[in-house]
């Protein structure tokens, strides 16, 4: 499982991945990029979120030193008590998207959430036609390592356009100037049915 994060402006945090083990594989040198997790059951849980935001939404560009918010989905570990005292120490505001809105709201989902999968797909298709495999006893070709995972991970993020993440806050809704210099781009031609929309529901 893979947490991505951005900002308004194109900024992308750190990837926070998790993989679905119970410890930590030993002799491996994940790069320095990104944050690797484990948990047995491969999802987040009450323990992880606040590791996510100690590690990476902390340690944003003038992480704490200015209010924020935070906009994620309904997932139950996101609402807990601890969470939401967590982000009050952190000067941060915690915006939750209604179950069911999760395609239409979260800027990740309107434009990044594709364009990386496309791209972490390229890449497998490429690694099954052109990389070297290994076999398991069985005859089985060996899947990727989990390194190889992570470096594909941290290649696409490194490489989307962060015009792509500034279009998903706009289509969203969010204008990212604080200074009201951009509140016009909300309802420009391309943006204003779509924001007309969202507003009505």
């Not at 979260?106 to 364009?115: A, E, H, I, S």
Request: net charge positive; with cysteine; hydrophobic share 40%.
């Amino acid at each position: 499982m893979v947490m991505l994060a951005c900002m308004a402006d194109g900024t992308k945090l750190p990837p926070y991945i998790v993989f679905k083990r119970k410890t930590m594989p030993k002799g491996v040198k994940f790069p320095r990029e990104v944050h690797v997790r484990v948990h047995p059951k491969d999802r987040m849980d009450e323990a992880l979120v606040i590791d996510w935001l100690n590690t990476v939404s902390a340690k944003r560009h003038g992480g704490l030193l200015r209010h924020s918010l935070l906009v994620l989905d309904a997932f139950r570990c996101h609402r807990m008590p601890s969470i939401k005292k967590k982000l009050a120490d952190d000067k941060t505001d915690l915006a939750i998207i209604p179950g069911g809105k999760t395609k239409m709201l979260p800027p990740l989902d309107v434009t990044v959430n594709k364009p990386v999968k496309d791209a972490l797909r390229r890449l497998w298709n490429t690694w099954l036609v052109d990389g070297e495999h290994t076999l398991t006893a069985g005859g089985r070709m060996h899947t990727p390592t989990l390194l190889d995972v992570t470096e594909w991970i941290v290649k696409v993020w490194q490489e989307l356009d962060p015009a792509i993440i500034q279009k998903g806050f706009l289509k969203c809704c969010a204008a990212n100037a604080m200074d009201g210099s951009q509140d016009d781009v909300l309802w420009n031609d391309s943006h204003s049915d779509s924001c007309a929309q969202r507003r009505s529901e």
